[in-house]
């Protein structure tokens, strides 16, 4: 069976990464390595484990995603690179299954993703403790009920949980490093693939536990970098996206995205800005439609 390197992206959140580290200790098929893409000045301390464990250090101002993931997989040997964000503990099959459906089909593989709501892994934890309260997103279609299924779709691809041949990766000259910041770079990834004829696909399995941490959906906290990448897309391939993001900036009065125009901010959100579209603590997830819907409707009062 091929093997698999894993590779994170870290900033803060030291107890997530080891959290992701106990799930990459419990695995039925071990890691080759794990790689640390450390997205901060200082390196982070982490205990000794059955696999090697290596931090690289990607410098930036902003969150350089697409930079991160590319040096991680420059950085790995395995046959196989399966990325989970830093909030994602894997399940003890997690590894075996990517390496088993890498090997059936040649593409970009995605696994299940299941939400805990706050506390979850507080204290010890275990895998049954975690199924018993993790829920599947409302806004994100989840895997085949057995096997592979091919998404025609680029827009599908979820960079939190995905794994690809390192030899495939490369073939495609890996993510644009011009996106900086929150937004755009997975989907541009999934439109690289798409053009290079390279399926995109969901699997059963391989699954990940994403864990709590306060968000904001839509991302008004990263409403510059969100706007940026848009108009790079656009600028790139002819057209915007994160249109759904978009549309509620524009809704509430953030920007003005009048098409064959450059977006404009017409202000920065405000604490009724956030904390409409703040995370509550008893959500093990944000919701982009039904906050969409409330924004909607509180448009629709003001201007009645």
Known sequence: MSTVSVVTLAKGRPAHLRNVLLGLERQSQLPVEFIVAVMQDAPYDLPETRFPVRQILVPGRELPLAAARNQGVAAASGDIVAFLDVDCIPAPDFVADYA???DELDGLMMGEVLHLPERATAGAWDYPDLDAVAERHSDRRGPPASGIEICRDYRCFWSLNFAIRRATFAA???????????????TDFG???DTQGIP????????AYHQYHPHHMPPVHHLDSVVRNAELFEAKWGYRTMGHWLYAFRVMGLIDDTPDRPITILRRPDAADLALTGQQSDQPYTNSASVIRAIEAREAALSA
């Open 100 to 102: 088993r459906a890498l």
């Open 172 to 186: 495609t000259g890996g993510f644009d490093e011009r996106y900086v910041g929150y937004g755009g770079e997975d």
């Open 191 to 193: 439109k690289i693939l």
């Open 200 to 207: 995109i696909a969901w699997t059963k399995g391989a699954r």
